[in-house]
C-alpha cells in the first residue's frame, strides 16, 4: 500500500533560551539522532491517528481543534488547500524524549506537515513548514519565540532573532556537546509564563538581563563562527549565570551542571524552558570520556553526544 513518512529531528538551545522571547538572539543546533516520525497511508473510513509510543488512537474529529496534532493537520490541509474531508491513517512516532526541552512536541507537528505535504503531492520549504509548525507551537507555549520549529524546520545550526529570517550558523571549527536528561520534566510554558511575570514586575532589571544574554549570544556566534572554541566554554556558563538568576534553573540541573564543569567539561548550561529538562556541556575529544562519567555518576537519565559542525 501506498504510504509517504514525514521525518523531524530533536533540538537543543546553545544560548539565549527564554531572553529569545523578548527580542534577543538566540543559538540553536539540531540533534539529529534523535527524530520523529509520521507516516501516512490511504485510508477507509475518516482520518485515523496512532500515536504509537503512547499506545493511543484517535479519529481527527475525537480531537478537536485543542488539541496539537489535531490543530497541526487542520492548519496543514488549510495551507495545501486540501478541502476534501481527510481519509487516512496517520501513524506517529518518537525517539525523542517528551517535555526534556529537546522538541519532542515540535517535531512530531513537523513530521507530521512533512507526512502531509508528501502524501498530497506539495512541496513546503523550511520557511514555510516553520510557520505552519509555529501556529500550533503558539497553542502549547503561550508567547513561543519561534526558536524551536525554526531549528527543526531548518535543520540546521541557527541564529535566531524573533520575526527575522534565521540565519545559519557557520560552524569553523566542530565542536562537541554531551547533552543529558534530569529526568525530570521541563514545563516550558510554565517556565516561561513565570519569567513573563517576573518581567512585568521588574521590568528594568529583567530587560538588562535579557541585554546581557544577548550581548554574549553575539559573543557565542563569534565564538563559534570564527573556530575561537575556548571562549564559547565560558559564554555558556556565563549565560548559565542568567538563567539561574530568571529562576529557571533548579537543584537537579545544577547538580549536573557541576559534575559536567568538575570532571573537565569547558561550558556547561541548561537548555531550552528549564526547571527540569536537559543540560549541555562543551567537551572535546580528552574529556568527553571523564564528563559523561561524571554525568552518569550524578544521576543523568540519559545521555547523548552531538557534533555540531560535522
Ligand atoms: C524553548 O526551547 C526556548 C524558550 O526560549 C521558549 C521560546 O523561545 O519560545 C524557553
Given at each position: 500500500m501506498r504510504f509517504h513518512t514525514g521525518r523531524a529531528c530533536g533540538k537543543a538551545i546553545l544560548a539565549g533560551e527564554h531572553a529569545v522571547v523578548y527580542g534577543r538572539p538566540a543559538l540553536g543546533v539540531p540533534l539529529a539522532q534523535i527524530a520523529a516520525t509520521a507516516e501516512i497511508r490511504e485510508g477507509t473510513g475518516g482520518a485515523t491517528i496512532v500515536a504509537e509510543d503512547l499506545d493511543a488512537v484517535w479519529t481527527l474529529d475525537e480531537l478537536g481543534d485543542g488539541h496539537a496534532i489535531a490543530h497541526i493537520v487542520h492548519t496543514t490541509l488549510a495551507k495545501l488547500g486540501e478541502e476534501a474531508p481527510p481519509n487516512f491513517l496517520l501513524t506517529i512516532r518518537s525517539t525523542i524524549p517528551i517535555a526534556?526541552?529537546?522538541g519532542s512536541g515540535t517535531a512530531v507537528s513537523t513530521a507530521i506537515v512533512r507526512a502531509l505535504a508528501a502524501h498530497y503531492g506539495h512541496t513546503l520549504n523550511a520557511a514555510q513548514v516553520s510557520a505552519l509548525v509555529f501556529e500550533t507551537e503558539k497553542l502549547y507555549h503561550?508567547?513561543?519565540?519561534g526558536v524551536d520549529n525554526t531549528i527543526i524546520a531548518y535543520e540546521a545550526p541557527v541564529y535566531f532573532v524573533r520575526g527575522q529570517p534565521p540565519q545559519r550558523l557557520r560552524v569553523a571549527r566542530p565542536f562537541r556537546l554531551v547533552i543529558v536528561d534530569t529526568g525530570v520534566p521541563s514545563e516550558t510554558k510554565v517556565a516561561v509564563g513565570d519569567v513573563r511575570a517576573a518581567w512585568q514586575a521588574e521590568p528594568a532589571r529583567y530587560e538588562a538581563i535579557f541585554d546581557a544574554i544577548g550581548k554574549l549570544v553575539e559573543q557565542a556566534r563569534d565564538a563559534i563562527e570564527y573556530g575561537r572554541?575556548?571562549?564559547l566554554g565560558p559564554l555558556m556558563d556565563a549565560n548559565q549565570a542568567h538563567l539561574r538568576e530568571i529562576g529557571v534553573s533548579s537543584p537537579e540541573l545544577e547538580r549536573l551542571i557541576a559534575a559536567a564543569k568538575g570532571a573537565g567539561a569547558s561550558g556547561a548550561k541548561l537548555s531550552?524552558?528549564?526547571?527540569g529538562g536537559c543540560m549541555i556541556a562543551l567537551v572535546d575529544a580528552a574529556t568527553q570520556a571523564a564528563v559523561q562519567a561524571a554525568l552518569t555518576a550524578a544521576g543523568a537519565k540519559a545521555v547523548l553526544v552531538s557534533e555540531v559542525g560535522r
Open positions: 526534556r526541552g529537546l503561550g508567547t513561543p519565540s572554541l575556548e571562549r531550552g524552558g528549564g526547571r
